[in-house]
């Protein structure tokens, strides 16, 4: 089965552009969650998906939103661009429940994102 | 929301030594998850282990979820084992919560 991929690998932006991630999760996961890991802040949650639907959100500004297709795979963008938003952007997948349970999580290779 | 702890912060082995790796948490967890982060930034998955023990080559976990703690053990280390290894918890069915990290560098 292929992992779970991430495009693009890396991406350089300026300050106030908008940006857009995406995300393909293992077939047949639903559920596709978001991470942002910064050196000063580690590993913190974004966003999970499941069925097209936003299910949970972590405590960060409108400016990080998301979706997902019909097909479970899932894109992340981040507009109006800030120096801090520079970052490793983690993408996750999982069997998870219609109940909410999730099941293993299974990364992707991480969008390094440098805003300058 | 729920605190993961992890310790030690940073641990410096010679290649062949064991070590152990500890993450507390502060309420009761669904899942927890292991995992060693490369010098890629891939995060790579060791153990699902919401309790009990299992064991994966040199590597073995144990989950004692009453104690709100998780044990990961590595035996005869080697350079290839460096890297940051994370904890993460799964808070009631919302997302994963994960730890600071260990970051474990092996020396020949």
């Known amino acids: 089965k292929a992992g779970v991929t991430q495009t693009p690998r890396y991406l350089i932006k300026t300050r106030g552009q908008q940006v857009t991630l995406s995300c393909s999760p293992i077939?047949?996961?639903?559920?596709v969650s978001w991470y942002q890991q910064t050196p000063g802040q580690g590993l913190q949650f974004l966003f999970e998906y499941f069925s097209e639907t936003q299910r949970n959100k972590g405590n960060f500004p409108g400016r990080f939103s998301g979706r997902q297709f019909s097909n479970s795979r899932s894109e992340m963008n981040v507009s109006t661009l800030e120096l801090g938003d520079s970052a490793l952007y983690l993408c996750?997948?999982?069997?998870?429940?219609?109940?909410?349970?999730?099941?293993?999580?299974?990364f992707g290779p991480g969008t390094r994102l440098t805003v300058t | 929301g729920i605190q993961v702890e992890q310790s030690p912060p940073d641990l410096i082995l010679q290649e062949g030594a064991n070590s152990t790796l500890r993450c507390n948490f502060s309420d009761s967890v669904n899942n927890l998850q292991w995992f060693h982060q490369n010098p890629w930034g891939q995060l790579i998955n060791l153990f699902y282990?919401?309790?009990g023990t299992k064991q994966n080559g040199r590597l073995s976990a144990t989950t004692v979820a009453t104690e709100r703690y998780s044990l990961l053990y590595i035996s005869s280390s080697q350079t290839t084992d460096s890297g940051v290894y994370f904890c993460?918890?799964?808070?009631?069915?919302?997302?994963?919560?994960f730890g600071p990290g260990t970051r474990l560098s092996v020396l020949p």
């Open positions: 282990i919401p309790s």
């Open positions: 996750a997948s999982s069997w998870a429940t219609l109940a909410g349970v999730l099941d293993e999580q299974y």
């Open positions: 993460a918890v799964e808070e009631d069915g919302q997302n994963f919560v």
């Open positions: 077939s047949g996961h639903r559920s």
